[in-house]
């Protein structure tokens, strides 16, 4: 019997790996770097950001799958969704503090909430700042936004545990 894989295997496996090239295809370069990747993969990754035609990126994407057969795949798939899984967090953190900004603005309730949920927050700030974003309509309240995130971040720093 042949041990080989069948054509079809082959394809698959090929197509497989052109999606996981594609993938990193969209990766800034903070990001490529926390992954196993090959330097020759990295230049070609930033070389595919660069080209514009579509046939020149078509076969430029080919070669990034054809250099993906000599990488550590798994590792990689791995990685990316390691890193698919910190930027859903932090989606979901950005979205829990635009909730905070809304309800903030609407009614004083959300503030009690607020200061009762997280004690240590400065206050006056706080209400400073909602009292500035309620007074200009136009403003789209960047500094409570601001405000929030970064009180939010520093609860939730590993220094904040101890």
Same mark, same amino acid.
């Given at each position: ?7 079809? &295997? !082959? ?8 999606? +996981?090239?594609?993938? !990193? ?6 990001? +490529?770097?926390? =992954?196993? =990747? *090959? *330097? ?10 660069? %080209?514009?035609?579509?046939? &020149? ?6 070669? %990034?799958?054809? $250099? ?7 590792? %990689? ?12 967090? &932090? ?5 829990? #503090? ?10 004083? =309730?959300? !503030? ?11 206050? #006056?700030? +706080?209400?400073? +700042? %909602?009292? $500035? ?7 789209? *309240? ?14 939730? *720093?590993?220094? &904040?545990?101890?």
């Amino acid at each position: 019997m042949d041990d080989r894989p069948s054509k079809s &295997a !082959l394809k698959q496996e090929a197509r497989r790996l052109q999606s +996981l090239g594609a993938a !990193l295809t969209r990766l800034n370069d903070e990001q +490529l770097a926390r =992954l196993p =990747l *090959s *330097s020759e993969l990295r230049d070609a990754l930033r070389a595919y950001r660069r %080209i514009h035609s579509h046939e &020149a990126g078509r076969r430029q994407a080919q070669f %990034i799958g054809r $250099l993906m057969r000599d990488e550590d795949t798994p590792a %990689i798939a791995r990685g990316l969704d390691d890193l698919q899984q910190i930027s859903g967090l &932090a989606r979901n953190a950005h979205q829990e #503090v635009e909730r905070w900004r809304t309800r903030l603005l609407e009614t004083d =309730l959300a !503030l009690t909430e607020y200061i009762t949920r997280y004690p240590d927050t400065d206050r #006056v700030a +706080l209400r400073n +700042l %909602i009292r $500035l974003a309620r007074r200009n309509p136009e403003n789209p *309240s960047r500094p409570l936004f601001r405000f929030i995130r970064t009180d939010q971040q520093r609860r939730s *720093s590993p220094a &904040a545990d101890t």
